[in-house]
């Protein structure tokens, strides 16, 4: 096992290296410059100015080098300093927005398992009853739409006409931490991200739980006497959560594409709305530092999933 | 494991000495579907078996052999219903309750517990996620009321008797660390940790190979000979009955055709079906060798009637050489024949 996961880390730095190159020269050879961005429009430079400022970055070297010289500095750990932001280091700025962001993708996804499990197991066992149908609508709802169209239908719902939750950030601007005060900023963007994934998990979970039970060792546990109930939690429900582990594992990867945007809708001071920025203003060091963060969160996600998949069946023999 | 190649009934208590039989079912009949559309899969099915005996259920594939076992155990599908008929049970303690008329609740208590089942598919029948031992644990728990240690230590007093050597040591391995035959025998202790007083086992070796199948029709026996269990024994293999069965039901099309014990039926068949399957059984004696060919047991030309359109009178007419048109007027009636046989054919006596 420990092997296993040794074996899969290793993969996992193999792509991320793989990740950061392609990132690296897609950035360069989309169009714009950096130093545009950088320079401040209301003072004057001339193209030495320019040149200077671009020798002193290293825009002015060969690609390859540019990359090559990226890597030896990100291997020591040192992922530069951001062009924009008054130049502040990459990794405190990754540092400081990796928490929110965790977060709150891990609340969202935390919320989706939960509820979608829950769900998927009464949509089987109520099949085609009330609950079943509406759950199915909604589910319909959730899987089809996009993370950013939720994100505004929710904020102007729930926000702008019933004043349930906050706008936006992630605390009252101004006043002292509370738990209180970051749980219902908190709430809104987590329910909105769980909102797709939900719907995909208990769609899932529903589907598989409704094969499980037609299985022969659910006949078996009934002709041991287990009661109904019994029989679908104990019996059913763990053999149906083996497939549903893996989706699980790669709603984890995609939650980092709704949350983008629901940070930057919610104002969340997390990697998305950094990222957001940061492309914007082709912030290339931060852009990489953020490409690697996010890519190493799928990787992990993954290698998480595979672990937990081994400890639910005892037939997987890893390592 | 020694072989015999022909295997006596086996002694056990004779029928009419036995004073109450454990199982009595009377005129059961089971349809699938809502009650517009409803398609009657078993009719007019009565049977029973004592203490300590073991009755099997012959017939083709699809004369509702899987049907009347389900029934009693109250596990038919969804659609499945019990139209009508009575299936009476005399529990451990020696009560005789009906199990049509028993609720969920009550069911439950009685499965697993008066009641065991073994099915064709070892291979599926078992849950992939839990250890063998807590699959045999369970009912004891649910039933014996006994703690999570106590009952684990039956369940591997369980795997010993079934024959699985190193049973401690077994008892916490998942199924698909077993063999097909293995399984069988989890499958088995499963069904008899509480004692029941009725086994029913749905052709328990039909997916194994024949080596294999010979020790679980041994291991079935001599657990019955410990235990004095009745058992109904599904097949659709005559050499099987010989080695297995005390008392032998045919069944054909949803209706037991013939009945008697393994020596009358297989001897002197009265009724033309049992004949027919006979007929491709030469002799007793090789009907273990007929297994290990696996040449098939059936070769009366025609099909069975679908459930569709049962044909009126004798559903066997269609293939029957003896078929006149009285034959079809009427379902004929179970008739007690010559021999002792119980045969459902008017002109048992003129053939
Ligand atoms: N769930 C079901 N829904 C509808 N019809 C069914 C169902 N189960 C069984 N039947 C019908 O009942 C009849 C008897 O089936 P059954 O399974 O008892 O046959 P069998 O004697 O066990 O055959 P086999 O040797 O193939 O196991 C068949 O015609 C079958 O189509
Ligand atoms: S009743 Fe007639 S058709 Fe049916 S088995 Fe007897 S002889 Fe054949
Ligand atoms: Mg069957």
Redesign the interface.
């Known amino acids: 096992m420990t092997l296993y996961v040794v074996r899969r880390i290793g993969a996992g730095i193999l792509l991320l290296l793989a990740l950061s190159m392609l990132v690296f020269f897609l950035l360069r050879l989309a169009p714009g410059d950096p130093l545009s961005s950088y320079i401040d429009p209301m003072v004057s430079m001339t193209e030495q100015d320019m040149e200077r400022l671009r020798q002193s970055l290293g825009l002015d070297q060969p690609l390859p080098f540019q990359y090559i010289y990226w890597l030896g500095e990100t291997i020591t750990g040192d992922l530069g300093r951001s062009l924009q932001r008054n130049g502040q280091p990459v990794s405190e700025l990754l540092m400081a927005s990796i928490g929110p962001s965790m977060l709150l993708m891990l609340s969202g996804s935390l919320l989706a398992i939960l509820f979608g499990i829950v769900i998927g197991i009464v949509g089987a066992v109520r099949r085609d009853g009330p609950a079943d149908v509406i759950l199915a609508a909604l589910s319909s709802v959730g899987v089809s739409s996009p993370a950013f169209l939720t994100a505004l239908v929710g904020l102007y719902v729930f926000s702008g006409v019933l004043h349930w939750a906050p706008a936006g950030g992630m605390q009252e601007p101004g006043m002292p931490f509370t738990l209180s005060g970051l749980l219902s900023h908190l709430a809104l963007p987590a329910l909105i991200l769980a909102f797709g994934q939900t719907a995909l998990i208990a769609r899932y979970m529903r589907s598989s739980l409704l094969e499980v039970l037609h299985?022969?060792?659910i006949?078996?546990?009934?002709?041991?006497?287990?009661?109904?109930r019994k029989v679908i939690l104990k019996?059913a429900v763990?053999?149906a959560l083996?497939p549903v582990v893996t989706l699980i594992g790669s709603t984890l990867g995609l939650a980092v594409g709704g949350a983008i945007f629901i940070e930057s809708v919610f104002n969340w001071p997390g990697m998305g709305l950094m990222m957001v920025t940061a492309v914007e203003a082709r912030d290339y060091p931060l852009i990489m530092g953020g490409t690697l963060a996010v890519g190493a969160w799928v990787i992990l996600a993954n290698i998480l999933t595979d672990v937990a998949y081994a400890f639910?069946?005892?037939?997987i023999k890893v390592g | 494991m020694p072989l015999s190649p022909m295997t006596e009934p086996m002694a056990a208590p004779p029928a009419d000495a036995a004073p109450e039989p454990t199982l009595r079912v009377d005129g059961l009949k089971v349809g699938f579907g809502g009650s517009q559309t409803r398609l009657i899969a078993v009719e007019d099915i009565s049977l029973h078996i004592s203490p300590g005996r073991t009755l099997a259920l012959v017939g083709e594939s699809g004369s509702g052999k899987s049907v009347t076992s389900l029934a009693v155990i109250r596990l038919l599908a969804a659609r499945g219903r019990i139209v009508s008929g009575r299936i009476a049970l005399r529990d451990k303690a020696g009560a005789v309750r009906d199990l049509v008329e028993l609720d969920e609740p009550a069911l439950e208590a009685v499965r697993g517990n008066d009641l065991g089942m073994i099915f064709q598919e070892p291979m599926t029948s078992l849950n992939p996620v839990l250890t063998v031992g807590e699959q045999i644990a369970e009912p004891i728990r649910i039933h014996m009321g006994l703690s999570r240690r106590a009952a684990m230590q039956r369940a591997i007093e369980m795997l010993d008797r079934v024959g699985i050597p190193g049973a401690a040591e077994r008892a916490r391995q998942y199924p698909h660390e077993f063999s097909g035959g293995m399984r069988q025998r989890v499958t088995i202790a499963i069904a008899l940790a509480c004692d029941p007083v009725l086994l029913l086992a749905d052709e328990p070796t039909t997916a194994l190979d024949v080596t294999v199948q010979m020790q679980i029709l041994n291991l079935l026996r001599s657990l019955q000979q410990q235990q004095g269990m009745a058992m109904l024994f599904v097949t659709h293999n005559f050499g099987v009955v010989a080695e297995i069965a005390h008392d032998v039901s045919v069944m054909y099309a949803g209706q037991i055709v013939e009945h008697g014990t393994v020596r009358q039926v297989l001897k002197t068949p009265r009724h033309p079906y049992t004949r027919g399957l006979l007929a491709c059984v030469p002799q007793l004696g090789t009907a273990s060798e007929h297994k290990k060919q696996a040449t098939p047991l059936f070769s009366i030309p025609g099909m069975v009637p679908s459930l569709r359109d049962m044909p009126r009178g004798c559903r066997f007419a269609a293939r029957c050489v003896h078929a006149e048109a009285r034959c079809r007027e009427a379902t004929p009636a179970l008739e007690t024949t010559d021999t002792g046989n119980i045969a459902r054919c008017i002109r048992w006596n003129e053939i």
């Open positions: 299985q022969d060792f006949r078996t546990a009934r002709a041991k006497g287990v009661p109904r019996h763990r053999n083996l639910i069946d005892p037939r």
